[in-house]
Structure formats: C-alpha cells, structure tokens
C-alpha cells in the first residue's frame, strides 16, 4: 500500500512529500503520514532543512469535509502543524497549484514558504459556514498586513503567488519547477545560518489599527453577510490573535470553530456541497452511457437569453452560429455581447484578445439552414408555445441526424414541442436563467422520450460552460418556476390584505432572499409571468384575486423597470427602486372591490406564507417524480433564485424547522385563508406526522 507521506533526503535536504490524489485533502491518514514523518525527521542529525512538497496538480486543496460530521480522528490538525512549527530546523512549503484552507495553515506552520508563480493561496472556510480553525484565524496575521489577512478571510478570494509575494505570505516565487526551487531556497538558508521562524512567535501585524478596523469589518458583514454566524465568529477569532497571546487565540479558534461546524448554517452550507455532486447522478442511466459529441453550438434568438447562452458556450471555446430573423435583431444582439464583453475588459477580469478571439467563434446568420452543422441547437426565442413548436419544425428539417434540439423554455410542455419533430428522443429542456452569461443553474428537463444519452450530453455540457445541471422532468414550470408560483401567489396576496410591496420585499429579504420577489418581478418584466398565465387562463384557479396586482400593473403598462414603474418606481439616472403611493392605493382600491380583508400581515406572516406554500410545493415535485430527490430542489432554489445558501434550499430549511412545524402551519392558514391553496402534500403530511424528513426520505429512496 502507497504510503500518502513520504521522505527522501537530498545532501542535508529531507524532502517530505505528500502523495493523496485527487487533491492532496488533509484527511487523517494524511495527518498520520506527516506526524510519523516529522517524528522521523527529528532525531536525524544529517537532516539540516526540510522542503515539504506535494505531487499532482495541487498542493494541500483543504481539509476532508466528512470529517466535521463524522468528528475529527487522530491526530488532530494542531498535534501535526504545532510538529512540524517545533523542527528544530528550517521547514520551507513548496507550493504549486492551490493551496487551500488547511493547505495554507500548513503552510503558515512552515516556516518558509516557496511558490510556483502559478500557485494561488486561499481560505474559503466561509462558503462552508466555519472558519480557518487550523490556527488560520492567529498564524495569518502574524504573516501578513491584518487587512489582508481578514480579506482573505471574509472574503475567500485566493490570493495569486504574485500578489502573495507583495503581501509577505510568501519569501519567493519560481517560474521553473517548485521543488528544485524549495530545495535550493533552503539550501541557501543553511549556508546563511538561518534557522525556524515560527509564525506563532511574531507579532500580528497592523495590531495597533485593529480596534478601528475589527470595528468596521463587523459593521460590513452584518450588512452584507445578514443572518450569518461564521464572519462574525472569524472577527472574533482574529481579535483573540490581537489581544491575546497565540496559545490563548487558538483556544478562543478551537472553541468558536467547534460551534460552528455543528451550527444549521454549516450543515446547510455542507448539505449543499455534497448536493451539487450529487445532482449528476441519474437513477436508472447506466454508468457507460457516452455523451454525443458537441463541437458547435446553434442558438435560435439573439435576444437577451440567445446571447447570454452564446456567450456561455464561446466562453468555453465552442463556436456558435447564431441565428435570428433579422439583421437588426443581429445586430443589436451581437452589440450587448460585445458590450458584456467590454464590461468585462474594463474591470480588468478580461483582456482585450481574449474578447475579440470570443467574438470570433460567433458567427451570425439569418438562415435556418446554417445550423445544419451544429451538433446542439438551442432555441431562445419569447415564450410562446405556438412560436416555438413552428421553430422547432423548421429545426427538424434541417438538423443533422443525431443533432440535439434543445429549448430554453421556462414552463411550456417539452412533450408537446418535441411532438412536432420527427425525432423527439433527440429533444431536451435546457432552462438558462437570466442572465445566462451570470447565473449558474441550468435546468435540463428530460421530456417524455428524451434518449439517455442526451441527458448525459446536457450533464456534460453543463459542466463544461461551468453551469450546475439539475435534471427535472416535464411538467409546468419545471421545479423552480412551479415552487416560484405559489410563492408568488402569496406575496401578491399579500399586498391585496394591506401590506406594501416594500414590507413583503424587506420581509423576505431580512430573511436571506437576495431579492424580494415582487422586485424581480419588475426586474424581469411583470409581463413574462403575466402572459404566461394569460395562455394558461383555463388552467388557474377560480379566484379573481388570483396574482391580480401584477394583471393590474400590464394593464397600466407598469410592467417593471424597463418601463420606469411596476411594483416601484424608478426615477433618476441610478434607477433605484422607490415606493409608488398610486400603485399602493390602487391595490387598496382593488382590495375593497374584492371585499378582501385588510389583515396587513407582518413580517414574520409574509415569510412564512411564501416559504411553506413553496416547500409544500416542493414535496407534491418529489411524489410526483418531477425532482429527483429534495437535495437537487435545493440546489435550484440556491443556485438560480437568490434562496440563501446558509439556509441549505428550501427542503434544508423544512428539515431544520421540523416538518412538524409546517405542516401544522399550513393548517393554521388552512383555516385563515383560502383553504384551496392550503392543502398539506401528501408527502409532507406523511413524513411530519412520522417524525421523518425529507433528507431521511430521499435517503430510503436512493437505498
């Protein structure tokens, strides 16, 4: 059996190196292999310095994350970084890759540190709720400036070994290979006479600004971190290095970290990571199944998602042919990606070549027939069942075979489009949301006789433009916009009973939305969701107050902000939302004809309302076979509707409240309001009267 740490002594030089792919995670029997190693290295005399190194693409990636659930084995991450801090003789890191998490602690716990100028260094322990709690919270900011330190915390940004080397975090940087580089620098260090230099024993640096700093980094994150434990808690930890010694600091680390690793928001955060590694397993594709092959992309629609898809695949270097119906629509399509672009290039995130050999891989057209060699074809165009069905007609005459015909539908029925094609098993929902070139999920629909290995093209695809595919099955509005109904539904209601769009937007944004949802209707267009129901009119429920504030707002022409006002205006050259006293008093007005009683619903009520009528929903998805399993809803609603991460996704959230909880909460508004709309799924009603949830239930399913 391969050992994972491993030693060879070069002329006085132990080269410790650690060997366990894919990404060298420091999990126990890594944290074995190095205290053995370091134990080794003690007593041996001809050992004057020690270069700790790593093979693979990457250097120390972090830690083992099974481990914050499972409890951390022997030995612990402070019995090996205190060992290896202890040598009696210079310890230099060799960094290549990335070092991340507790791959930085280790390095901090070297006593030198050597970079390959690719290399990056990282603390990303906030996106998992924790913090650094290897001694990253007290050994940075003895390494650098205090403001950098917590930068790189807060922030989880990696910081390139350029920049590393500017910050003092690193001593040198190598463009040749990193190891000869290490052993040479610590070659150097013994012919000076340099011995350790343990970051534990120098002072933190800015410590005599760190009252006024600390001050305002917790005024920032509770703005724009609301609801969160872990940045607060990593301030906390980096005052203890402030005002403590180091060995009082890392209990103060120990302790807080603890809390946090069993704290909801963690779990939540965990949760997530495995369901987004989880979403492209399939039941019932086999293993073999191989993706067709995707060299170019079509793309019918230059509009905003048209080109935004466009942008995605040429992003990934797969060229488009763009087609629409006319030259104007071209133009003026290719003029925003190229403004997108720009964008980009002014902030620096993107160079100038690089937009211009991007632009090159889209080739404009007004013909049908230049998709003939496209090996996928998404259609882009409004969101129109008839138009599409008449799209996808022309697209099944002049596809090649074997060419996937996917569409960008939102809610329409892929069965019914795929219909009208000679070869449905070919055809695919591919559901981008706005704006395609940002946000990340991709909800691929796999229609009625969707082939298997398209699903597995569209998995492959997804990942290839950097996109999280989730697969659903064909019913209206998929997963996300049919949970988003309901949600919907509530908060209109909810302006018609007294409360002001401002107080539903600010209630669920208080609770972690990032964006009330009556303000993404206006973002969005009000109109979208509108004509939408229109087509559906026979479909919807007997109820004249039914999403009858945004009826209101079309029939007015306030349908958002491209008109200047829907639910709020927005006057001024910055656009920002403001209250509109005539659409309050008009939905006051409508209340009255109603007869709707005025119960103006607080903030506590709003949330609720929108959040269980949304996890109801979701569990009729699961009976009804639409989502695959609880996990894949929440990593829809975290990835392409603004629901907060720390929450974990709407089916977390139940579990975290007890499904107990909700279930008796419908019933409460079962009898306060329309009885209709408040009718306990099945499955929820089984598994909270049970004691059960939904992770226990998706867990018996995948047995």
């Known amino acids: 059996m391969r050992e994972s740490v491993s030693y060879a002594i070069h002329d006085g030089i132990a080269v410790v190196t650690i060997d366990s792919p894919p ?19 003690r007593g041996q005399s001809e050992v004057k310095a020690i270069v700790l190194a790593c093979v693979g693409k990457t250097f120390v990636a972090g830690a083992d994350i099974k481990e914050f659930d499972t409890g951390i084995a022997e030995p612990g991450y402070h019995e090996v970084l205190r060992l290896i801090e202890d040598s009696a003789v210079p310890v230099v890191a060799a960094v290549h890759g990335t070092a991340l998490g507790g791959g930085v602690e280790i390095t901090l716990a070297c006593h030198y540190r050597v970079a390959h100028a690719g290399a990056r260094f990282g603390l990303p322990e906030l996106s998992l709720g924790i913090i650094p709690g290897a001694g990253g919270t007290q050994r940075l900011p003895r390494a650098v400036a205090l403001e950098v330190a917590l930068d790189m915390m807060l922030t989880g940004k990696p910081l390139a070994a350029g920049k590393a080397l500017e910050a003092g975090l690193v001593d040198a940087v190598t463009e040749g290979e990193i190891v000869p580089a290490a052993i040479g620098f610590a070659r150097e260090l013994v012919q000076k006479g340099a011995g350790p230099r343990r970051t534990r024993e120098q002072a933190v640096k800015g410590a005599a600004q760190a009252g006024e700093l600390l001050t305002a980094k917790r005024a920032q994150m509770a703005k724009t971190m609301r609801n969160r434990l872990a940045p607060l808690a990593l301030i906390d930890a980096v005052q203890a290095a402030v005002t403590l010694d180091f060995d009082q600091g890392l209990q103060v680390e120990s302790s807080l970290s603890a809390q946090l690793e069993q704290a909801t928001e963690a779990r939540a955060l965990r949760h997530l990571f495995y369901a987004e590694r989880e979403v492209r397993k399939i039941p019932g594709l086999a293993r073999d199944i191989a993706p067709r092959a995707v060299a170019r992309v079509g793309i019918v629609g230059s509009g905003t998602m048209g080109g935004g898809i466009a942008m995605c695949c040429v992003n990934a270097a797969i060229p488009v042919t763009l087609v629409d119906a006319t030259q104007q629509n071209l133009e003026r399509g290719l003029a925003t990606i190229r403004k ?5 290039v002014e902030r620096g995130s993107l160079k100038a070549e ?4 991007r632009l090159a891989l889209i080739t404009p057209s007004l013909d049908f027939g230049a998709l003939a060699q496209a090996d996928l074809i998404i259609e882009a165009v409004f969101e129109n069942l008839t138009l599409k069905k008449e799209i996808f007609a022309k697209l099944d005459a002049v596809a090649k075979p074997g060419a996937i015909l996917g569409t960008n539908t939102s809610t329409l029925d892929i069965d019914e489009i795929a219909a009208v094609t000679r070869r449905p098993q070919d055809v695919i929902g591919l559901h981008f949301f706005s704006p395609a070139n940002v946000m990340q999920l991709l909800e691929i629909v796999q229609a009625g006789r969707t082939a298997p290995d ?13 996109k999280t595919g989730v697969v659903a099955k064909v019913c209206y509005g998929f997963i996300g916009n049919r949970m988003m109904d309901p949600y919907g539904r509530e908060a209109e209601r909810c302006v018609l009973e007294g409360a002001t769009p401002a107080e539903v937007d600010s209630a669920l944004e208080q609770w972690g939305m990032a964006m009330g949802i009556l303000a993404v209707y206006d973002m969005a267009g009000v109109d979208i969701g509108h004509l939408t129901r229109l087509e559906r009119a026979h479909l919807l429920p007997k109820d004249p107050s039914f999403y009858r504030p945004s009826a209101m707002l079309c029939e007015r022409g306030w349908i958002g902000q491209k008109a200047g006002r829907g639910y709020y205006r927005y006057d001024g050259a910055e656009r920002n939302r403001t209250p509109d006293p005539e659409v309050i008093a008009m939905l006051a007005d409508e209340a009255r004809r109603l007869d709707i009683p005025q119960r103006h619903p607080d903030a506590t009520e709003i949330q609720q309302r929108c959040l269980y009528a ?16 609880a996990s894949d809803i929440d990593v829809v609603y975290t990835a392409g509707y603004g629901f907060p991460r720390y929450r974990g996704g709407p089916m977390f959230y139940a579990d975290t409240l007890g499904l107990k909880t909700v279930y008796e909460g419908i019933l409460a508004f079962q009898k306060t309001l329309d009885p209709q709309y408040w009718q306990p799924a099945p499955l929820l009603k089984k598994l909270a009267l049970s004691g059960s949830s939904f992770a226990q239930w998706q867990a018996e399913q995948t047995k």
């Open 23 to 41: 990404v060298n995670a420091m999990d126990q029997t890594m944290r074995a292999g190095l205290k053995k190693t370091f134990i080794a290295l």
């Open 340 to 344: 997108n672009y720009q964008r980009s």
């Open 354 to 357: 690089q937009m211009e050999q």
């Open 454 to 466: 398209v699903v597995v093209t569209a998995l492959e695809l997804a990942k290839r433009i950097k």
């Open 614 to 629: 949304m996890i109801n929903e979701g569990a009729l998805l699961l009976e009804e076979g639409i989502a695959l399993r």
